[in-house]
């Protein structure tokens, strides 16, 4: 009898620390792990699309020629890993780790894509967010909107740029 209760308590404390993990990360609010929706894969190929077939435009004032490219409805754009230090977003000086969306038709309306690659927790520089983990894509959420929401409204968008490549 002691032996089974022992089994439940370890099972409970088990389950406990794994939904406590996935709680912590939702209720945080800042980002959301997307990569069931939109993995490395769809990344790495969404950035590649924009770099050959975009062209150069500003939307903001942190740096400068962000790639980019207008989808239907919505404008993509890259930005460079390691922020300012790239101001020009020059591929050959790093790579892009973010595709920022936004909607043509709400120009308050941006969702940001963030992928964390192998290697980059340990790089300095690099700009992700403390409990990210590697070889994961996450949306972003700054302004700590209600996520799922976000979650819902961004399959549209990812539906558009996984139908042009």
């Given at each position: 009898m002691k032996l089974i209760l022992?089994?439940?308590?370890?099972?409970?404390?088990?389950?406990?620390?794994?939904?406590k993990e996935v709680i912590e990360e939702i209720t945080t609010n800042k980002y959301a792990d997307i990569t069931g929706t939109f993995s490395m894969n769809?990344?790495?190929?969404?950035?590649?699309?924009?770099?050959?077939?975009?062209?150069?435009?500003?939307?903001?004032?942190?740096d400068n020629n962000n790639p980019h490219y207008s989808f239907n409805g919505?404008?993509?754009?890259?930005?460079?890993?390691?922020?300012?230090?790239?101001?020009?977003?020059?591929?050959?000086i790093s790579d892009f780790n973010?595709?920022?969306?936004?909607?043509?038709?709400?120009?308050?309306?941006?969702y940001t894509i963030h992928i964390v690659?192998?290697?980059d927790v340990a790089k300095e520089g690099i700009t992700r967010l403390e409990?990210?983990?590697?070889?994961?894509?996450?949306?972003?959420n700054p302004y700590e909107n209600d996520i799922e929401v976000m979650k819902n409204n961004l399959k549209g968008y990812l539906d558009i740029i996984k139908s042009n490549y």
């Open positions: 022992i089994l439940i308590i370890l099972g409970v404390c088990a389950c406990t620390k794994d939904t769809d990344f790495e190929v969404a950035k590649a699309f924009i770099l050959n077939n975009g062209d150069r435009k500003t939307y903001r004032n942190f919505f404008e993509a754009y890259l930005n460079a890993e390691i922020g300012q230090t790239n101001i020009n977003n020059d591929p050959t973010q595709i920022t969306l936004r909607d043509r038709n709400d120009d308050l309306q941006y690659r192998k290697g409990g990210m983990k590697e070889e994961k894509v996450y949306l972003l």
